[in-house]
């Protein structure tokens, strides 16, 4: 594989990163290692590798040691449905590598002002806010933000007005280190959500990037892919549920396989399914929305005000949403059934800066914690008004927020001293909190979720699409689930080093006709295996943290069946299958009985190299 150009129409090659070094006020540019280049590509496995050489073991997060890289694909702005970036640092929620992905325009104005580069990495942290500026020539420059601080992340978008200006920024959250705090580019609408990257930010006093778009480079070659991807994305059956209603559509699903947590991972449906699904929303449709050149146009842009609908918040509006993720922990796992309070919940957690998956099981935990009289606050089931108040509390690190901005672990352990019910009501793994497919319905998710590198996470493994959801897979039992979590791994895992969009299905073949139009050499098998280096390269970085069997564990709560959940009523995974689940992902993975990959391993991939020394020993 070969990532020089082939072409003779001189295509800009992914080669420089600019360095930041915000202690210092410079800004370099250098030349990534072509051996990386080769190996990696860029985004999630290119981030690993270069996120190990530039830190130490054991690095805190929130120092200026720990960098912050915002890493770009080949594909980025290129092809349809690939205008993405992944925030790349060590994550302050669970200390595990993370990359965390968004969309929307700022990711293809950055590349088309910087067509060479793979990755703009943060270092240190400036002695006052700063933010960074790109102008169309790619010439950047750091610029005072004194007067942004403090501001929410739409009213810090508002303040760089141009069609072609657009920018990734943080809220109140990430600016108080609340440790699942976002990034969120555009206008409030798209995050960088999972693991705190917010945090890493709003630590080195970087408020935004800002970035000012030049016009992409073309080619003949790139207009005829373009065109061609475009009318696949606009008419493939596989697509079709994002362009048909996107992720509004799935609480109808998780509910009828009993995959939808309510009342805090107690249940696995709600009452009432139409009070949350796609024709609840209906009232306040009032449009949707793409990320840039994208044709399948799966964002929802909601606003109940001048409608009919009785709700807790009668003008709730969001611009991009609500998502699945936000409707099932803001929503079902809270017992808050009321659209206006989830899109109200939604809107305020995007402008604040805040992951709606983690933020959802804080509030459901704190809800119960209650309930129990494990804390000293009131707050019930159901209760949109009190939700949003500690939603803000949180954000601002007042009150009991400063331990809930901590996440549901570290939140047990300050507020409830502990307390076992508090700990087993704290729904995480590697701390980070589940996102809203309950494995009880699903034992493959079981799997996915202990062994993802970033903690408990959807998207790096989806196999209740493959069972519980559709399939041949039986989800109560466990034949084929280790292959299946493997391969779902593995392709987005390339999907990631892609920097591509996991809704627009860019596998290792189309990956890999686009990669050649736009000059590298690379085929679909080859790409196969940058998708397992890439995964191998992250799993490397948390051993070097410390991390290993002990940690790819599952909930308590989630080893007890649970109750109300329709085919998954009185079904659990068990520790002991769970155990040997386990141990045949491993030998699958070539891993040893710790989750350490074995030197064999390292040597087919190729990442001797890189490998930390008491791995690579």
């Not at 703009?120 to 004194?146: K, N």
């Not at 009213?155 to 069609?163: C, D, H, L, N, W």
């Not at 778009?213 to 061609?228: N, V």
């Not at 080893?559 to 689940?581: N, R, S, Y």
Request: charged share 25%; hydrophobic share 35%; net charge negative.
């Amino acid at each position: 594989m070969s990532t020089e150009s082939t072409s003779t129409s001189a295509v800009p090659q992914l080669r420089y990163l600019l360095r930041v070094n915000l202690s210092e006020g410079t800004i370099e540019t250098e030349e990534v290692p072509e051996t990386y280049r080769e190996r990696f590509i860029s985004g999630k496995g290119l981030g690993a590798a270069l996120l190990m050489d530039e830190t130490e073991p054991g690095v805190d997060p929130l120092s200026p040691e720990n960098p912050l890289f915002f890493m770009f694909g080949p594909l980025t702005g290129y092809a349809p449905g690939t205008s993405r970036y992944a925030a790349v640092t060590k994550s302050p929620l669970t200390g595990t590598y993370v990359d965390s992905y968004s969309g929307g325009h700022f990711p293809a104005m950055t590349r088309y002002s910087l067509p060479e580069y793979l990755a703009i990495v943060f270092e240190g942290a400036a002695d006052d806010p700063v933010y960074l500026e790109i102008d169309e020539d790619g010439s950047a420059s750091l610029e005072d933000a004194t007067d942004l601080w403090g501001m929410d992340t739409e009213e810090t978008a508002r303040q760089f007005e141009g069609k072609r200006t657009k920018t990734a920024a943080i809220g109140p959250a990430g600016e108080n280190q609340v440790k699942f705090a976002t990034i969120t580019s555009d206008e409030g609408t798209h995050h960088a959500g999972r693991g705190g990257v917010g945090a890493v930010m709003g630590s080195k006093n970087l408020k935004a990037v800002v970035s000012h778009g030049d016009s992409p480079f073309d080619t003949d070659a790139i207009r005829q892919k373009k065109g061609e991807h475009t009318k696949r994305l606009g008419t493939s059956d596989d697509v079709a549920w994002a362009r048909d209603g996107g992720t509004q559509l799935v609480p109808d699903w998780t509910q009828e396989v009993g995959a939808l947590p309510s009342h805090n991972w107690t249940k696995g449906t709600i009452e009432d399914i139409d009070d949350l699904n796609i024709d609840a929303f209906e009232p306040g449709h009032v449009g949707v929305d793409s990320c840039s050149g994208c044709p399948v146009a799966c964002g929802h842009v909601t606003d109940f005000s001048g409608t009919e609908l009785d709700g807790a918040f009668p003008d709730a509006h969001v611009d991009w949403g609500p998502e699945y993720e936000t409707i099932g922990m803001m929503g079902a796992n809270t017992d808050i059934t009321d659209v206006t309070g989830v899109t109200e919940l939604a809107r305020t957690a995007d402008t604040l800066g805040m992951d709606t998956i983690t933020l959802g099981n804080v509030i459901s935990w704190a809800m119960e914690a209650s309930e129990k009289g494990l804390i000293e606050y009131d707050i019930e089931f159901g209760d949109a008004d009190a939700a949003k108040r500690l939603v803000e509390m949180v954000a601002s690190r007042e009150g009991v927020g400063d331990a809930l901005a901590e996440g549901t672990r570290r939140a047990a352990e300050e507020l409830a001293d502990g307390a076992d019910a508090a700990r087993e009501a704290a729904v995480e793994v590697k701390g980070l909190e589940l996102p809203a497919y309950d494995p009880r319905a699903s034992f493959s998710m079981s799997l996915a979720y202990a062994t993802s590198d970033r903690g408990a996470c959807h998207q790096r493994a989806w196999p209740i699409g493959t069972d519980a959801l559709g399939g041949d897979r039986d989800p109560f039992g466990t034949e084929g689930h280790a292959d299946a979590v493997i391969d779902d791994q593995d392709a987005n895992a390339l999907t990631y080093s892609m920097v591509a969009c996991d809704f627009t299905g860019y596998n290792f073949e189309y990956a890999a006709e686009w990669l050649n139009v736009l000059g590298y050499d690379v085929t679909a098998a080859e790409l196969e295996t940058v998708g397992e280096r890439a995964w191998n390269m992250t799993r490397l970085f948390n051993v070097r943290e410390g991390f290993d069997r002990d940690d790819d564990t599952l909930p308590e709560r989630l080893t007890v069946p649970t109750e109300d959940a329709g085919p998954a009523t009185g079904k659990a995974l068990d520790q002991e299958t769970f155990e040997t689940m386990l141990e045949e992902y491993y030998e699958k993975r070539g891993w040893t009985d710790e989750g350490i990959p074995q030197a064999e391993t390292l040597s087919r991939l190729d990442i001797e190299d890189v490998a930390p020394a008491s791995v690579a020993d």
